[in-house]
Nanobody, 122 residues
Framework: QVQLVESGGGSVQAGGSLRLSCARSGYSTSWNWMAWFRQAPGKERERVACIYLGGVSTAYADSVKGRFTISQDGAKNTVHLQMNSLKPADTAMYYC???????????????WGQGTQVTVSS
């Protein structure tokens, strides 16, 4: 069974930075992509970024390109999301997810963490 645990959320002023981490345990042959999603109150869950665990492929939402960076630490089974130049619009609950493909659809990701809150004040 795959388990994902996020950490690193918090409150920051606009223009600041945060680094989220997702520690994974367990193994499944059915997934080799990890992603970060976010969901603000009253909005749909949005895929922010994803990374291929077997290589260096990544993908980002247009809203975060140039500001966020997804990376992995294979030795520690951890995926990070470095978030710079944060804006109030980035305020949301951020979730780590694992799946077989890098798609924008949350339904395509089978395993999820519990989420970590990011709040950006103006």
């Amino acid at each position: 069974q795959v388990q994902l645990v996020e950490s690193g959320g918090g409150s920051v002023q606009a223009g600041g930075s945060l680094r989220l981490s997702c520690a994974r345990s367990g193994y499944s042959t059915s997934w080799n992509w990890m992603a970060w999603f976010r969901q603000a109150p009253g909005k749909e869950r949005e895929r922010v970024a994803c990374i291929y665990l077997g290589g260096v492929s990544t993908a980002y939402a247009d809203s975060v390109k140039g500001r966020f960076t997804i990376s992995q630490d294979g030795a520690k089974n951890t995926v990070h999301l470095q978030m710079n130049s944060l804006k109030p619009a980035d305020t949301a609950m951020y979730y780590c997810a694992a799946g077989s493909y890098c798609t924008p659809a949350a339904a395509d990701f089978r395993y999820w963490g519990q989420g970590t809150q990011v709040t950006v004040s103006s």
